[in-house]
């Protein structure tokens, strides 16, 4: 069976569709992925998929809009008149749309026609990994025990709506991370991660070097009770942080109590948290971290409208010099409220500190604690977004300006909000992996933070 190619898989639905407005995004996948495990590599493949979803709009006679979304992995053309149909008849039978809004048009710089709409469709392979491999062959031969995994995916969506939206963008993501573990008994454990697009920025030899020097610091152990310590989050802890603040940042949820970000009559907006000029930005086009720069969803949620398909996205600050900005409006939501339409892109920078890096933090810390990263981290209370985690790979003593020991792990309970109210230092910007929110969001940029008392709740027994 012939595979239709994804733009004409949109053009032929939008000409077989019968009710008032359709949209059909299509999203074809190419992955490649390599793991290894005890300095061996173990498995490597590559695959492609398909994913596209019709949007069908009925509106009735007084404006009311009712919606139907039906989602398809097929390949062929046969399949594409009864997506069709079936996204119709389910609008038929849908309740009101509460986000009903105009459908997104050309005019609304959304766009007649990317020109790459009908060319090829790039993929990966696991060939993306040459650059890496013969590194990682060279680590293999060292004494710690090294394990890993290097994931590339090429996400091409093209959009179309019966309004005259054609947008198309092919996203590249790539991520690389690194566990080490030193000794037998009670291993060491040390992990280092990045984010790519490509794998030609990752240095690998630099990210076993780190690797090493923090199994290094494994030499001496001390054991600390749990309570309030300085610590240095490195930018992979930050970041992870600041993600699920940013996902909380709903302007609805705001508006009737649902979040954080509510307040006594209103919301937050214009509530400064920190002195430090700290901003907390989203931008579809930051160097590096660039993602898809409009609208395309299948469903509705508190921070996507189907009828906002096609929409453009820009730079948002959430946070700006210290002070919250914005929070995440639909254009539905933003009318009935009276805000700033806002759309939210998976990648998130925090920027506004010092040029001093982690090591820079370090040598002025007296005493405090120095974190790798975080893991299992769920929300306790969403009115103060009070955050409960474990740290893992790695909880360092610093004494005089220096590590002296590696400490064991903690359960945190802490709020990013009151982090950023309370935090003293911010170093300098760079990329960096979220180690717990890789899966989802790896396009980030954060710096070090110094927390006069972060929060150690417990002694875990994690490694």
């Known amino acids: 069976m012939s595979v239709v190619h994804g733009g004409e898989v949109v053009e032929r639905a939008l000409a077989a569709a019968r009710l008032d407005e359709t949209i059909v995004i299509v ?59 079936a996204a ?25 026609g990317d020109p790459d709409w009908a060319a090829a469709v790039p993929v990966t392979d696991i060939e993306v990994f040459t650059g890496i491999t013969g590194d990682l062959a060279t680590g293999f031969d060292g004494a710690d025990r090294l394990y890993g995994f290097a994931h590339h ?22 991520s690389l991370e690194i566990n080490g573990k030193r000794g037998e008994h009670d291993p060491a454990s040390a992990w280092t991660g990045v984010g790519t697009t490509d794998f030609r920025d990752v240095d ?11 199994l290094d610091w494994f030499k001496r152990r001390v054991d600390l009770p749990a ?13 992870d942080l600041m993600i699920y603040l940013y996902w909380t940042m709903e302007g609805r949820g705001a508006h009737e109590g649902h979040n954080a970000f509510a307040r006594a009559g209103g919301t937050r907006i214009g509530e400064r948290l920190t002195d430090i000029p700290l901003t907390l930005s989203s931008d579809p086009r930051a160097t590096g971290l660039e993602y898809q720069p409009f609208v395309a969803t299948p469903s509705s949620t508190e921070i996507l409208s189907v009828f906002d398909n096609g929409l453009p996205a820009r730079r948002v600050d959430w946070i700006r010099d210290g002070a919250v900005e914005n929070l995440v409006y639909p254009r539905a939501t933003a009318a009935e409220f009276d805000a ?26 007296e005493r405090g604690l120095l974190l790798t990263c975080l893991w299992y981290i769920r929300e ?27 400490v064991n792990n903690f359960r945190f309970n802490d709020s990013p909000l009151d982090l950023l109210r309370r935090v003293t230092e911010a170093g300098a910007t760079e990329s960096t992996l979220p180690r717990e929110w890789k899966d989802w969001f790896t396009r980030a940029a954060m710096p070090p933070l110094r927390i006069p008392d972060f929060h150690m709740s417990s002694v875990s027994q994690a490694t």
């Open 27 to 85: 999203t074809d996948a190419s992955e490649a992925s390599l793991r290894w495990a005890g300095n061996s590599m173990t498995t490597n493949g590559a695959s492609v998929s398909r994913t596209w979803a019709v949007v069908s709009i009925v509106r009735d006679a007084d404006g009311t809009a009712h919606v139907g979304s039906v989602t398809s992995t097929s390949v062929g053309e046969s399949e594409i008149e009864a997506v069709v149909r």
């Open 380 to 406: 306790v209370d969403p009115a103060t977004l009070l955050l409960t985690g474990l740290t893992r790979d790695g909880v360092y003593l610093i004494e005089d300006g220096e590590v002296t020991a590696a």
């Open 227 to 239: 309570g309030r310590y300085e610590t240095l989050l490195p930018p992979s802890a930050v970041a």
């Open 204 to 214: 690998v030899p630099a990210l076993l070097a780190d690797l090493s020097r923090r």
């Open 340 to 365: 700033t339409v806002t759309v939210p892109v998976p990648n998130l920078l925090l920027t506004g500190g010092s040029q001093a890096d982690l090591s820079d933090m370090i040598a002025r810390t």
């Open 88 to 112: 119709e008849e389910a609008a038929r039978t849908a309740a009101p749309a509460r986000d009903a809004m105009p459908l997104i048009g050309a005019e609304d710089g959304a766009g007649r």
């Open 153 to 174: 995916q090429l996400h091409t969506v093209w959009l179309g709506t019966s309004t005259g939206v054609r947008r198309r963008w092919t996203q590249p993501t790539g």
